[in-house]
């Protein structure tokens, strides 16, 4: 089991900036990929970006790229989403993710690959 603890939301205003953090414990020994993701009040989940183990690949939804940046510490444990220009668009709680494995995977963008989630923070940014 990988437990993952978000942190770093808040309030924040149109083209503000936030870093969200992700702290993964539990089994971490095996190699795996994280991911964040978001929900908006009555909209489904959404990709934002999934970074692979030892951060050999990362990918980033065109609607936040080049204005988010996702990142990981070089032992793996702690996951990062730089938020940067924040839109209004942008308010949504969002989630941390994990799967087991080493290799890059063709469903990165899909939350039903990841089988560990955080609870969740959320960022509002106000107009």
């Known amino acids: 089991q990988v437990q993952l603890v978000e942190s770093g939301g808040g309030l924040v205003q149109t083209g503000g900036s936030l870093r969200l953090s992700c702290a993964a414990s539990?089994?971490?020994?095996?190699?795996?990929?994280m991911g964040w993701f978001r929900q908006a009040s009555g909209k489904e989940r959404e990709f934002v970006a999934t970074i692979g183990w030892r951060s050999n690949v990362a990918k980033i939804a065109a609607s936040v790229k080049g204005r988010f940046t996702i990142s990981r510490t070089t032992a793996g444990n702690t996951m990062y989403l730089q938020m940067s220009s924040l839109k209004p668009d942008d308010t949504a709680v969002y989630y941390c993710?994990?799967?087991?494995?080493?290799?890059?995977?063709?469903?990165?963008?899909?939350?039903?690959?990841?089988?560990?989630w955080g609870q969740g923070t959320q960022v509002t940014v106000s107009s």
């Open positions: 993710a994990a799967r087991r494995g080493s290799g890059w995977f063709s469903n990165f963008n899909n939350p039903n690959e990841f089988p560990y």
């Open positions: 539990g089994d971490t020994f095996s190699p795996y990929a």
